[in-house]
């Protein structure tokens, strides 16, 4: 065989191989990418529930509906016995860039519900677009 054609073969080889290898590492790292991003909302959603455990220790309850989580961050007026902030920076946007959603009272037992309504930002889903609730253990 002629060497420039062994050089073609191998040129089209390696091409072959620098093609396929993309399609398969890619979709593992965007699945590891959607995993962090999931164990970073369960994450933030923990941090807010102990959070407002400290809150409700201080205030005498948790914050409402309209004050939400900003209560955690600055005093709502005439909230008495509020000795915050109850984190440290600003509430955060879930890991996709949305808001948290806060109901006070819940509708899992009486304490706030906290929601992520995951990568589309709407409720219901699956993957990574289900929603993710301080009422499921994570």
């Excluded at 900003?70 to 509430?91: M, N, S």
Aim: glycine content about 10%.
């Amino acid at each position: 065989m002629p060497t420039a054609v062994k050089i073609l073969l191998a040129a089209a080889l390696a091409g072959l191989v620098l093609m396929l290898l993309p399609a398969l590492v890619v979709p593992s790292l965007l699945r590891h990418a959607d995993r962090t991003r999931i164990t970073h909302a369960q994450t933030d959603i923990r941090a807010f529930a102990t959070a407002l455990a400290s809150y409700k220790v201080d205030a005498g309850e948790f914050p409402t509906a309209e004050q939400g989580l900003r209560a955690l961050r600055e005093k709502p007026e005439g909230v008495k016995g509020w000795a915050g902030p109850y984190i440290q920076a600003d509430v955060p946007k879930d890991p996709w860039g949305h808001d948290y959603v806060y109901r006070y009272p819940g509708e899992h037992g009486g304490v706030p519900d906290i929601v992520c309504y995951g990568a589309d930002g709407q409720p219901g889903g699956d993957g990574i677009n289900a929603d993710i609730v301080s009422w499921e253990k994570s």
